[in-house]
């Protein structure tokens, strides 16, 4: 299973961003897909995630109501709408991905995913 990010750069404040996260390697049919990002000396921290069935969705405090999650099944890709953002959204944008279908409580547990991606730098200038 491959994961391929996409769409970071830099952008200015109250600007947006839309990240893309591409799956290959199998059919994607359940399981759940994430957002995580890290700051240069700071640890990893959840940015969002969803169960690919059904509608269940998580956010993280800093970003709901910003950021939006969807998805395209038919092309397994994932994406990470950005709106409004701001200079602390600077990091490196990971997207996650696990077969296992998480209940809404564990959709921010980093350590639940089994597939990482490589990474999109995302940088906010103020």
């Known amino acids: 299973v491959q994961l391929q990010a996409s769409g970071g750069g830099l952008v200015q404040a109250g600007g947006s961003l839309r990240l893309s996260c591409a799956a290959s390697g199998r059919t994607f049919s359940g399981g759940a897909v994430g957002w995580f990002r890290q700051a240069p000396g700071k640890e990893r921290e959840f940015v969002a995630a969803?169960?690919?069935?059904?509608?269940?969705?998580k956010y993280a405090d800093s970003v709901q109501g910003r950021f939006t999650l969807s998805r395209d099944n038919a092309r397994n890709a994932v994406f990470l709408q950005m709106n409004s953002v701001k200079p602390e959204d600077t990091a490196t944008y990971y997207c996650a991905d696990t077969a296992t279908n998480l209940i809404w409580s564990t959709l921010r547990d980093g350590f639940r995913y089994d597939y990482w991606g490589q990474g999109t730098q995302v940088t906010v200038s103020s």
């Open positions: 969803m169960r690919r069935s059904g509608s269940t969705y």
